[in-house]
């Protein structure tokens, strides 16, 4: 009796979080997307402020995160349908990480 309770529990545990409900799965569709666009829009923006300009790098990533504001708000819609503070606090943090990051790149340095 007690190798059946063991069996049945291991099964119905194997299986815990197995399902993808549909709308898990398009959300998540979204996040990427939407994810890529702004990781797009930063790289396009950090050449142009590079090619244009000697500035300091984290002036260039700060111009080239608010001129990807619209995609960053759509990545902050989909991945915090709950509008939490403090996730979107930071996503725009990594937005600006990753702007400097693609600067640091296009002028041919290491971004650690």
């Not at 898990?24 to 994810?35: F, P, T």
């Not at 939490?84 to 790149?105: C, G, H, M, P």
């Amino acid at each position: 009796m007690r190798r059946a309770f063991v069996l049945v529990v291991l099964l119905v545990t194997a299986c815990e979080g197995s399902f993808v409900r549909p709308e898990d799965l398009g959300r998540k569709i979204e996040i990427n997307k939407s994810y890529e666009a702004r990781d797009t829009c930063l790289k396009h923006k950090a050449v142009d402020g590079t090619a244009t300009s000697s500035a300091d790098p984290a002036t260039v990533a700060s111009a080239a995160a608010v001129a990807c504001q619209g995609e960053t708000d759509r990545l902050i819609t989909a991945a915090n349908p709950d509008h939490d503070t403090k996730v979107t606090a930071s996503i725009r943090q990594d937005t600006e990480f990753r702007a400097k990051k693609y600067v640091l790149q296009a002028r041919g340095l290491r971004a650690d």
